[in-house]
Nanobody, 123 residues
């Protein structure tokens, strides 16, 4: 089992920054990917960024490239998402996820999820 606990969400004005954290515990070595997804009511869950556990390669959705950065601290078993230049369109519930599928963009490839943390960006 893998347990994921997010923190760091909140409200910020457009142009501001937030850093999300995801503390992982359990059998994380069995997962290939650690990722951040986000979801707004009425829309599908969207992959934001991911890190491949094998070599640390990182991937970001086009909508956040240049603004968001995913990283991890192996010693602390913690995943981060640094979010800069936030826009109102970034408003969503952000989820940390761990999985072992082929594609990081597909929520169905992730078997472990955190409870989510709300990010609200006002204009």
């Amino acid at each position: 089992q893998v347990q994921l606990v997010e923190s760091g969400g909140g409200s910020v004005q457009a142009g501001g920054s937030l850093r999300l954290s995801c503390a992982a515990s359990g059998y994380t070595y069995r997962t290939y990917w650690m990722a951040w997804f986000r979801q707004v009511p009425g829309k599908e869950r969207e992959g934001v960024a991911a890190i491949y556990n094998g070599d640390g390669s990182t991937y970001h959705a086009d909508s956040v490239k240049g603004r968001f950065t995913i990283s991890r601290d192996r010693a602390k078993n913690t995943l981060y998402l640094q979010m800069n230049s936030l826009k109102p369109d970034d408003t969503a519930i952000y989820y940390c996820a761990a999985g072992a599928g082929v594609s990081w963009r597909e929520p169905r490839n992730f078997g472990y999820w955190g409870q989510g943390t709300q990010v609200t960006v006002s204009s």
